[in-house]
C-alpha cells in the first residue's frame, strides 16, 4: 500500500513565475491536507479538502494560492506569481473519512524561488 | 486559538538513555494527538496517535501520554539510540467545527543520541 506520493520533491521557480504542487492520498484516503513549513518556522495548516470540495481553507494566504482536489487526479496546490517568501517545504497529508486514524504525510515538496 | 509548545528545543543524550519530551497546549478541547518525527529534509512519520478518550499509547520503545485537563503530553524514549536522532514534533486537532480536520504543530524537539 503505497503512501502519500507528492511531486516534484523539488521544485524551483524564478520570481512571478507559477508553482504546481501535485499530491496522491493514499489508497482509501478520500480527505487531503496541506502544510506549508517556512524555513525555521513549524508547520502551519494551509488547506483541507475532499473530492471537489473545499472544507477549510482558513490557513490559505488570501491571494495567489489555490487548492484542488478533484473527482478524478491529484490534489493541486497552486502558487501563482511566486516571490522569495514563498520558498518552503510544502507537505501534503491525507486521512480516511473517519480521521481518528490520524493523518499520514507525504514527503513534501521544497520549493525554491530564486 | 490553539497554542502548541514543546520544551526542550534541543536536547542531546549519550545513547542508551532513556528521555521525556514535553508537549502542552491551551485548548483541551482536542479531538486526537499526533506525535511524528521529522528527520533533516525529510516527511514526516507518525509515531503514536493518542484519542481525546485515551491516557496512553505505547509502540516498541516509544510510550506517549496524554493528560488532557492540565494541556500536556510526553514521549517517553526508552534505551535511546543514534538512530532516535532527529525533530519530534507534537500535533494537536480540535473538535471546534470547521477546525476538526487541521493539526496545529508545535516547533518540535530536535534530539541527538551520541553513540
Known amino acids: 500500500n503505497a503512501g502519500v506520493m507528492q511531486n516534484p520533491r523539488h521544485l524551483v521557480r524564478r520570481r512571478g513565475q507559477e508553482a504546481r504542487l501535485r499530491c496522491s492520498p493514499m489508497k482509501g484516503h478520500s480527505h487531503v491536507y496541506w502544510y506549508r513549513q517556512l524555513p525555521e518556522e513549524g508547520l502551519k495548516f494551509m488547506v483541507y479538502?475532499?473530492?471537489?470540495?473545499?472544507?477549510?481553507e482558513s490557513g490559505m494566504p488570501k491571494e495567489r494560492f489555490s487548492a484542488e482536489f478533484p473527482k478524478e487526479g491529484p490534489s493541486i496546490l497552486r502558487i501563482q506569481q511566486v516571490v522569495r517568501g514563498d520558498s518552503a517545504a510544502y507537505f501534503c497529508?491525507?486521512?480516511?473519512?473517519?480521521?481518528?486514524?490520524?493523518?499520514?504525510f507525504g514527503p513534501g515538496t521544497r520549493l525554491t524561488v530564486t | 486559538k490553539q497554542e502548541v509548545t514543546q520544551i526542550p528545543a534541543a536536547l542531546s543524550v549519550p545513547e542508551g538513555e532513556n528521555l521525556v519530551l514535553n508537549c502542552s497546549f491551551t485548548?483541551?478541547?482536542?479531538?486526537?494527538l499526533q506525535w511524528f518525527r521529522q528527520d533533516p529534509g525529510k516527511g514526516l512519520t507518525s509515531l503514536l496517535l493518542i484519542q481525546s478518550s485515551q491516557r496512553e499509547q505505547t509502540s516498541g520503545r516509544l510510550n506517549a501520554s496524554l493528560d488532557k485537563s492540565s494541556g500536556r503530553s510526553t514521549l517517553y524514549i526508552a534505551a535511546s539510540q543514534p538512530g532516535d536522532s532527529a525533530t519530534y514534533l507534537c500535533?494537536?486537532?480540535?473538535?471546534?467545527?470547521?477546525?476538526?480536520?487541521?493539526?496545529?504543530f508545535g516547533s518540535g524537539t530536535q534530539l541527538t543520541v551520541l553513540p
Open positions: 479538502l475532499q473530492k471537489e470540495n473545499i472544507i477549510d
Open positions: 497529508a491525507s486521512s480516511p473519512p473517519d480521521s481518528r486514524g490520524g493523518q499520514y
Open positions: 500535533a494537536v486537532s480540535l473538535i471546534s467545527s470547521g477546525s476538526a480536520r487541521q493539526l496545529t
Open positions: 485548548d483541551s478541547a482536542i479531538y486526537n
